[in-house]
């Protein structure tokens, strides 16, 4: 069973970053699809960035140029660096373990983006 911690989250004034990390536990972060998702109260979750099985990553439109996901394989962590950030960037950020069948989230992290 894979485990998930999120951390990073917090309040931030517009156009500020922050860098949100996501800690594996229980498999390897490179042998499978990590992505990271947000969801606001009274909405769907939308994917926000993943890599793809290739190695790549993929973004939405809506982050494209200012959010990065990244991994550090020897601390099994995944990384959104999110710059130049918006209101409507507010979320709970979550992270998604996917390998085959099986899939794992985290327990999310608040972001909040406000003067």
């Known amino acids: 069973q894979v485990q998930l911690v999120e951390s990073g989250g917090g309040l931030v004034q517009p156009g500020g970053s922050l860098r949100l990390s996501c800690a594996a536990s229980g498999s390897i972060v490179s042998t499978a699809v990590m992505s990271w998702h947000r969801q606001v109260p009274g909405k769907g979750r939308e994917l926000v960035a993943f890599?793809?099985?290739?190695?790549?990553?993929n973004y939405a439109d809506s982050v494209k140029g200012r959010f990065t996901i990244s991994r550090d394989n020897a601390l099994n962590t995944v990384y959104l660096q999110m710059n130049s950030l918006k209101p409507e960037d507010t979320a709970v950020y979550y992270c998604?373990?996917?390998?085959?069948?099986?899939?794992?989230w985290g327990q999310g992290t608040q972001v909040t983006v406000s003067s």
């Open positions: 890599f793809t099985t290739g190695g790549g990553t």
């Open positions: 998604k373990y996917s390998r085959g069948s099986y899939a794992s």
